[in-house]
């Protein structure tokens, strides 16, 4: 069974940087495409970013692409999502998911391992 737990979030100003980190225990974790999801208040899960197994691949949402890096360390199976100039719109609950997948996903649905998720709340 494969777990994941993800700290770093937090309060945070608009405009200042942010690191998330989620550590998976469980499972072979470089095998596993890792993902980045936010959920705001009354809004559906949203995709922010997802990197391949070997970090060769990576795919970013629109809205953050530019200012945002996922990147993953197997040796300690982490991935992180930096994420700079903050805006409040940022604010949500972040999910760290994985998916037995060799491909890039980007659907909520398509990811089987998730974590309980990390309050962000950008105060503008």
């Known amino acids: 069974q494969v777990q994941l737990v993800e700290s770093g979030g937090g309060l945070v100003q608009a405009r200042d940087f942010l690191r998330l980190s989620c550590v998976a225990s469980?499972?072979?974790?470089?095998?596993?495409?890792m993902a980045w999801f936010r959920q705001a208040p009354v809004e559906e899960r949203e995709f922010v970013a997802s990197i391949s197994g070997s970090s060769v691949f990576t795919r970013y949402a629109d809205s953050v692409r530019g200012r945002t890096t996922i990147s993953r360390d197997n040796a300690k199976n982490t991935v992180y999502l930096q994420m700079g100039s903050l805006k409040p719109e940022d604010t949500a609950v972040y999910y760290c998911?994985?998916?037995?997948?060799?491909?890039?996903?980007?659907?909520?649905?398509?990811?089987?391992?998730w974590g309980q998720g990390t309050q962000v709340t950008v105060s503008s």
């Open positions: 469980g499972g072979t974790f470089s095998s596993y495409v």
């Open positions: 998911a994985g998916a037995d997948s060799a491909t890039i996903r980007i659907g909520p649905t398509e990811y089987r391992y």
